[in-house]
C-alpha cells in the first residue's frame, strides 16, 4: 500500500490544522489507519488509529479531545482534524497502515513520507 499526506504546515498556538493521508495500492490487506508523530530528537509516538470497517478509534491520551481521527471510504483517506494545537504539537507527522487495529497502536507496516507541522507560540 502507498500512502500519501498532506495538509502540514505552520500555524499558531491554539489553532487548527487538518492532515490527509491518501491509501492506494493493496488497501485491503490494511484493515487499520493511523497517524505517528515525530519530534525533534523524539522517538515517532502514537496519535491516533481507526479501522475502514467499523471506524472505531483509539487516541493517545496528549491529543484526547483536541483532535479526531475519520476516513472516508469512498477516497481511501483518512483524516486527523487538529484542533487547539500547542507548541509541543510540532513534529513530522506520518500516516501508517496496518493489517490490525491493535497492532498499528504500536507500529504500522507501511508508512507514509510525512509531513511537517509547526506550531508557533
Known amino acids: 500500500v502507498q500512502l500519501v499526506e498532506s495538509g502540514g504546515g505552520l500555524v499558531q498556538a491554539g489553532g487548527s490544522l487538518r492532515l490527509s493521508c491518501v491509501a492506494s495500492?493493496?488497501?485491503?490487506?490494511?484493515?487499520?489507519m493511523g497517524w505517528f508523530r515525530q519530534a525533534p530528537g523524539k522517538k515517532r509516538e502514537f496519535v491516533a488509529a481507526?479501522?475502514?470497517?467499523?471506524?472505531?478509534?483509539y487516541y493517545a491520551d496528549f491529543v484526547k479531545g483536541r483532535f479526531t481521527i475519520s476516513r472516508d471510504n469512498a477516497k481511501n483517506t483518512v483524516y486527523l482534524q487538529m484542533n487547539g494545537l500547542k507548541p509541543e504539537d510540532t513534529a513530522v507527522y506520518y500516516c501508517?497502515?496496518?493489517?490490525?487495529?491493535?497492532?498499528?497502536?504500536?507500529?504500522?507496516?507501511?508508512w507514509g513520507q510525512g509531513t511537517q507541522v509547526t506550531v508557533s507560540s
Open positions: 501508517a497502515a496496518d493489517p490490525s487495529i491493535w497492532t498499528i497502536q504500536v507500529k504500522g507496516s507501511s
Open positions: 495500492g493493496r488497501t485491503f490487506s490494511n484493515a487499520a
Open positions: 481507526t479501522t475502514w470497517s467499523s471506524g472505531v478509534r
